[in-house]
């Protein structure tokens, strides 16, 4: 399996400010993808974050409002930029395992903008 | 496009007794998978289990089993002698290949609450 971790796990931040979201993950993996998740609903896919490739976004998230880095195959960065309190939800990031044929999640950063 | 339907937001099960979650899914492609996937309050999402779409067979998982009914684009969850432990969101997902990667998308969620 694969084990990640995020960093930080919760943060309050203020309107207007930005958050960079760490996502570290134990092995080597080519696919990793962004979720928002808003409490007791469900995941949304912002950004695929495959390396060696651009980060491809889905419909309604922007790269100027979610930069995203992948430097390498156990690493990525996920950055909420100019936040307003509708951003206030929890980010996840998710790898898939081709050995495993698997996806894994990393426990979550739980965002609130005041 | 793909899309993916839980039409239970909530649902309650006597501990011992078994339990079934619906989901439904629409799409034009053949090649593809099924998953479940548990989300307990602690919010860290795991697996539950997995079904491919090429293979007949129902997956079972220990007191975790499915009905893949692929003609009527039905994924059911069916959980045998429910434990308190296994009181969490549960959500069904797509997964498909597209543009040289996976793609997932998951239903809306059904709550699963065990009574003592």
């Known amino acids: 399996s694969a084990v990640i971790s995020q960093k930080p796990s919760r943060d309050i931040c203020q309107r207007g400010t930005s958050l960079t979201i760490q996502c570290q993950v134990d092995s080597q993996v080519t696919m990793m993808f962004w979720y928002r998740q808003q409490p007791g609903q469900s995941l949304t896919l912002i950004a695929t974050?495959?390396?060696?490739?651009?980060?491809?976004?889905e419909s309604g998230f922007v790269i100027d409002k979610f930069p995203i880095s992948r430097p390498n195959l156990t690493f990525s960065t996920l950055t909420v930029s100019n936040m307003s309190p509708e951003d206030s939800s929890i980010y996840l990031c998710?790898?898939?395992?081709?050995?495993?044929?698997?996806?894994?999640f990393g426990p979550g950063t739980r965002l609130t903008v005041l | 496009a793909q899309t993916v339907t839980q039409s239970q937001p909530e649902m309650s099960v006597q501990e011992a007794e078994t339990v079934t979650l619906s989901c439904t899914y629409d799409t034009s492609e053949s090649d593809y998978y099924l998953f479940w996937y548990k989300q307990p309050p602690s919010r860290q999402m795991i697996l539950v289990i997995r079904?491919?779409?090429?293979?007949?067979q129902n997956a079972t998982e220990n007191r975790f089993s499915v009905n893949f009914q692929k003609a009527a684009k039905s994924f059911s969850l069916k959980i045998s002698d429910s434990q308190l432990g296994d009181a969490a969101m549960y959500f069904c997902?797509?997964?498909?290949?597209?543009?040289?990667?996976?793609?997932?998308?998951f239903g809306t969620g059904t709550r699963l609450k065990v009574l003592a």
């Open positions: 998710s790898v898939v395992t081709v050995a495993y044929n698997e996806q894994f």
């Open positions: 997902a797509y997964r498909s290949w597209t543009s040289g990667t996976y793609k997932y998308i």
């Open positions: 079904q491919e779409a090429y293979k007949q």
């Open positions: 974050a495959n390396q060696g490739s651009e980060a491809t976004y």
